[in-house]
């Protein structure tokens, strides 16, 4: 088997790319023939940026889940759907084929009818990452609930915030989860985020650390009780296969949540029929792969690379795909390439901070490691410094394997902007071309296209599309206005990505990182403000801001000025309470790497904060602070300047 809508050659790459933008509702509708269908569309495309309103393949009706499952189970039936490795390396490993899979897809879906999961109900999924998770956004896409997966990272708040904004009624959960040496209790975080919570109808509860857990009657049921009882239901009735729901085109498939400029995380919302065409159309051509390799994706499923390069992009494609549970650094730096070579991975797609930190631990962690089965090495999340790309060149790939440098959001459900490997040409730390169907453009300010080259010969502005592609978000949860003036506003008739980037002679883009306040911790996206809430929600903090400053590890770090205004006895002890609370609030992911205490902040007159001049001191730039004449008081800037970390 191959794909049929695979660009093999630059030539096709040209080709493919003419026609995309020429006549889109062809080629895609050529694409799409690849997919099964349980009824084709009317239209391919029907779109405005205004409202903005896009529909992909109008009318058509499909479950996914049978694109990654059903379809596959006569030819590639035994064949490993999920490769499974522990967080323990002495664990055993587990190996789901793809019959396997449907069958426990199946069985949890009616696991979940039994609950009353219906179509269009939202299911919260906070797992660790085991199989069964595979098992719970399947089955939630067979039934075609709206699964909301949230990252084992955040705090109960956080969790609670994002129930309360999906309306979810129903939760799926583990007693807890292993992350290298840590075993994180995720159902008592469960349990705190439903302290009041009167919407929540069940929560299945999954054993993997055996941690003692709450068990609330008439709310909380064992994930193997259900299990069990419904494979004697599937057996009894004999049924071979749960029935997939028929799903339109348009209908939500799921909910991801992703911080913006604002302190509220807003619910991206992406719909069956153009998501499954995307990723799978950009997972087998960015990474070129063939059937039968092993692809390992090192991301969380928490996170939209998890959703669409771990689960739905290669099971679409039926290809094998590697699923870890623990981190690169556990037990110890060199467990990454012990896993490519115990488990002969083809592709490995991980993100720039996990090099630099491997990078950080030297060559002894690959000695004895047999890394030759690796074909594509990927990148994606945040920008890749060229020192990190040539280590990962050189020592990873050994100057034989294509670096996709892909560059996406959480918006866009699948790349935009990547070389395919060995297909088209890479250029370090360049995301390099466009894929098919994706029109980008550079503006200034004004949004006007910007055609004057720097002292470079380079193209520099805010980067932005031109139309609208399969994957492409079709709204905020809820809330349609905020999709709209959060992406669609800025520019008139443009998708905003909030990212800025420079366009080379050759047409290749060099995405340089946000231009808003957003910030990418460790290629996690992050908001300033969200952070500027949970700090001020500590006891004695007056304000707070929140920049970025470039981190070795993480790419950016958060530095944090706060004004304080408790006779603090022990900086040390606050900055930990200060840490505490962040974390209470949102989770450790969110906790800043400096926090200086500051009289004032740099303000105009107007009140507003000038961030360039935090932005500048955090990043050691003392001296040429730009223009200070219109701040309130200038004074306070030496106070800062003063007491830099
Ligand atoms: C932001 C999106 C895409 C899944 C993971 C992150 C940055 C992403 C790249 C790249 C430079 C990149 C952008 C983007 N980003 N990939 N290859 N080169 N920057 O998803 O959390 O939605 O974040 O990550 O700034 O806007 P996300």
Not at 200 to 229: A, F, L, N
Not at 305 to 321: D, E, M, N, R, V
Not at 364 to 383: I, N, Q
Not at 395 to 401: A, D, E, L, M, S
């Amino acid at each position: 088997m191959s794909y049929p809508f695979q660009i093999k050659s630059l030539g096709q790459y040209h080709d493919a790319y003419k026609k995309s933008v020429e006549d889109p509702e062809s080629y895609w509708a050529s694409v799409a023939e690849y997919f099964q269908w349980r009824k084709t569309w009317d239209k391919v495309l029907e779109w405005n940026f205004k409202e903005p309103k896009i529909e992909w393949f109008r009318g058509a009706k499909l479950n996914i889940t049978e694109n990654c499952l059903d379809r596959h189970l006569a030819d590639l039936g035994d064949k490993p759907a999920i490769i499974w490795e522990p967080n323990d390396p002495g664990d055993k490993i587990r190996v789901v084929t793809y019959k396997r899979l449907h069958k426990r897809v199946c069985q949890f879906a009616q696991v979940l009818k039994n609950n009353g999961v219906k179509k269009g109900d939202r299911v919260c999924i906070y797992m660790g990452m085991i199989p069964e998770l595979a098992y719970a956004v399947l089955a939630c896409a067979r039934i075609g609930a709206i699964h909301s997966v949230i990252f084992g990272g955040f705090s109960a708040q956080s969790i609670a915030d994002r129930l309360d904004d999906a309306k979810a009624e129903y939760i799926v959960t583990c007693d807890g989860a292993y992350r290298g040496s840590k075993d994180i209790p995720l159902k008592t975080v469960i349990d705190d985020a439903l302290i009041g919570n009167k919407i929540i109808k069940r929560v299945i509860v999954y054993t993997r650390t055996r941690t003692p857990v709450s068990m609330i009657k008439g709310r909380d049921v064992w994930w193997e009780d259900e299990m069990e009882h419904a494979e004697a239901q599937i057996e009894k009735d004999d049924i071979v296969s749960f029935p997939a729901e028929e799903m339109d085109a348009e209908d939500p498939l799921f909910i991801l949540y992703t911080s913006g400029s604002t302190g509220k995380p807003k619910g991206v919302v992406h719909t069956c029929a153009g998501y499954m065409v995307w990723t799978t159309y950009t997972f087998v051509n960015v990474f070129q792969y063939d059937p039968g390799q092993v692809h390992f994706c090192t991301a969380d499923i928490g996170w939209v690379t998890g959703h669409s390069y771990i689960l739905y992009g290669p099971l679409c494609a039926g290809a094998t795909s590697l699923m870890f549970e623990g981190i690169p650094t556990w037990p110890d730096a060199g467990r990454l390439w012990e896993i490519v070579d115990k488990h002969k991975v083809n592709i490995i797609y991980t993100a720039p901070t996990a090099i630099r930190s491997l990078m950080g631990f030297g060559l002894d962690p690959l000695k004895g490691k047999d890394l030759s089965s690796l074909k594509t090495l990927g990148t994606v999340g945040e920008p890749i410094n060229e020192e990190a790309w040539h280590w990962y060149d050189d020592h990873i790939g050994k100057r034989k394997c294509p670096i996709v440098d892909t560059w996406w959001q959480t918006e866009t459900g699948g790349a935009l902007i990547s070389n395919l490997a060995g297909v088209t040409p890479a250029k370090p730390g360049w995301a390099t071309l466009p894929i098919p169907g994706v029109q980008p453009v550079l503006v200034d300010e004004n949004g006007k296209e910007v055609t004057e080259k720097d002292e470079h010969g380079l193209l520099k502005g805010n980067l932005c599309i031109k139309a609208p592609w399969p994957g492409i978000i079709r709204t905020t949860y809820g809330d349609h206005e905020r999709c709209r003036t959060n992406y669609f506003a800025t520019y008139e008739n443009l998708y905003f990505t909030g990212d800025g980037a420079y366009k080379d002679e050759n047409g290749f883009y060099r995405i340089t990182g946000r231009v808003d306040d957003v910030l990418n911790v460790s290629g996690h996206r992050i908001g300033t403000a969200e952070v500027e809430n949970a700090i001020n929600m500590h006891a004695g903090v007056v304000e707070s801001a929140v920049v970025g400053y470039p981190h070795e590890i993480k790419g950016q770090g958060l530095y944090a000025y706060v004004i304080y205004n408790r006779p603090h006895v022990d900086d040390e002890l606050t900055r930990k309470d200060i840490l505490a609370t962040v974390t209470r609030i949102i989770g450790a992911i969110a906790r800043p790497d400096k926090i200086q205490f500051v009289q004032g902040l740099p303000k105009t007159r107007s009140g507003k904060i000038m961030r360039r001049i935090l932005r500048k001191i955090a990043e050691g730039e003392t001296k040429n602070l730009g223009d200070t004449s219109t701040l309130l008081d200038p004074a306070v800037v030496d106070d800062i300047k003063n007491g830099r970390l």
